[in-house]
């Protein structure tokens, strides 16, 4: 956004104070939204930089239409210059009370007319802002935290960091946050997503000319990109058509999880789905599974090893998509069969679970497997694949994911709140469904057969794991509508599937 607003400015001629007025003119126009004008005391609070340029129009519009305002400026007026200087001179000249609060002397009575407020709004940090908030800026963020009225935070909430969502010290609770011209990847990531309350999006004349420009590189995966990605059937389809898809995995203490990937993987469209199983399972499997097949498959102790991997691959034209580890299992054998399967299956492959736990440091292997590979970690699981603490990764996970489907040559699919998807070329999705009660035994196996059914059905890799996240989000949050998160199963996610997909697959999916 910075560098849409130099190309505007400096390439495009249009006036940088145009663009702050629009600005603080359209945040005005969602507080009159939310809170209304007629009676409504306002206070504005503001720093020194292009922020607090915003709130004095802010500040100026709501005067201008009534409302009884005034603005804390938390450091002397003349350290303001540029667009902000200017409009703390109109500001001026209109003779709204404005007080500058270079210390904290005279805190205390500001600090009750906060709290007293009906709106107070938070211009204090920009989009630049990242670290521990410091010096005056505390002590303005602190005030908020008494307000009675709606606080709205300008472009982010202060303190939060707009590229990774960190929060490393004080940061504003806001009730709304105007966001300018487009949304910023920190309000969608927690916990900055956590203190951004509602976010809007409030168009500021920016041309769309420079925001291609500038080409941004993450997305925020909503309902019209599931829509865009989903035709109807054709009339005269046959399962064949819509994937081949084994599900690898099973161990003695794990039986439960290939059978959730393989029921996900039929929900979501997959046409013939069967369960790759060790063969001394096959009879827990054998009158259970009524609309998935099987293959039992050479194991040692009831695990899957390098043996029953050669048999697999001895078949392989049966098959058009693996989905390689729910209930895979820890040892040897397990590591075994699924290196073999990377060396030489060359088909789309959907990898979760014991599966990753076995590519631990195998970064060169899975950047020579001939097929294409999507990648399922949750947090720990990618620490143990890549060997970086996950506190390192928590702390800047889109780049984080970026670089490394990169490196690993990958489809790498972060799971997490919000889930994140990642391929090659460096564009990263975030998605927008999903809720707590998600966190559940099983859940990642049906993600994995979700992943798998797409990929059956001929979609890129990419495409099918932005899709697959956001329909098992949306199913989770049907399920939740229906019977609360705390309850919520994996079961639950596999019944909800088709009430997912269904508004994608007519000709009016947006609606």
Request: charged letters at 25%; a negative charge; hydrophobic letters at 45%.
């Amino acid at each position: 956004m910075r560098r849409a607003d130099r190309i505007a400015i400096e390439e495009m001629g249009i006036p940088g104070i145009d663009l702050m007025e629009r600005a603080g003119s359209e945040v005005g126009r969602v507080i009159r939204g939310y809170a209304g004008i007629a009676g409504r005391r306002a206070v504005v609070l503001c720093g020194k930089g292009n922020n607090g340029g915003d709130g004095l129009v802010v500040a100026r519009w709501l005067a201008s239409r009534g409302v009884d305002v005034e603005v804390l400026l938390f450091c002397r007026g003349e350290e303001l210059s540029g667009e902000a200087a200017i409009n703390l001179g109109r500001a001026r000249h209109r003779r709204i009370p404005l007080h500058e609060l270079p210390d904290e002397e005279r805190d205390g009575p500001f600090a009750e007319r906060v709290a007293r407020a009906d709106v107070v709004v938070d211009a204090l940090l920009g989009t630049g802002f990242s670290g521990v908030p410091r010096g005056r800026v505390v002590d303005a963020i602190r005030m908020t935290r008494a307000a009675s009225g709606m606080i709205f935070a300008v472009d982010a909430p202060s303190g939060v960091d707009c590229a990774t969502g960190l929060v490393e010290g004080d940061a504003v609770q806001a009730d709304v946050t105007v966001t300018l011209c487009r949304v910023k990847q920190g309000l969608l990531l927690y916990p900055g997503r956590s203190y951004a309350g509602e976010i809007v999006v409030a168009p500021i004349g920016i041309p769309e000319e420079a925001l291609r420009e500038v080409g941004g590189k993450t997305l925020y995966f909503e309902r019209q990109d599931a829509a865009s990605l989903v035709s109807p059937r054709e009339r005269d389809a046959h399962k064949g058509r819509f994937g081949r898809i084994a599900i690898a995995g099973g161990s003695p203490c794990l039986t439960g999880a290939p059978y959730l990937a393989g029921m996900a993987a039929l929900r979501a469209g997959g046409g013939l789905v069967t369960l790759a199983i060790p063969l001394s399972l096959h009879p827990l499997y054998a009158g259970k599974v009524v609309e998935l097949m099987t293959t039992p498959l050479p194991d040692q102790g009831g695990a899957h090893c390098r043996d029953g991997a050669r048999a697999f691959l001895d078949d392989a034209g049966r098959f058009d998509v693996l989905a390689l580890g729910p209930g895979l299992g820890r040892g040897d054998g397990q590591r075994a069969f699924v290196r073999e399967l990377l060396e030489r299956w060359e088909g789309p492959m959907v990898i979760d679970a014991d599966g990753l736990n076995a590519l631990a440091g195998e970064e060169a292997l899975l950047r020579r497997s001939p097929g294409t590979c999507v990648l399922t970690p949750h947090l720990g699981e990618m620490e143990t694949l890549t060997g970086v603490d996950r506190r390192k990764i928590g702390e800047d996970r889109i780049a984080f994911v970026r670089e490394w489907a990169e490196r690993l040559g990958a489809v790498l699919l972060l799971k997490g709140n919000p889930t994140l998807v990642a391929g090659r070329g460096g564009v990263v999705s975030i998605n927008s469904t999903g809720n707590p009660g998600m966190a559940t035994a099983g859940s990642g196996d049906v993600l994995t057969g979700a992943v798998a059914a797409l990929l059956g059905a001929g979609m890129p890799a990419e495409e099918a794991a932005r899709l697959a996240v956001w329909l098992h989000g949306r199913a989770g949050d049907l399920g939740a509508a229906r019977k609360g998160e705390a309850g919520l199963i994996a079961g639950d996610l596999i019944d909800e599937l088709p009430s997912a997909m269904a508004p994608l697959e007519s000709r009016d999916g947006l609606r």
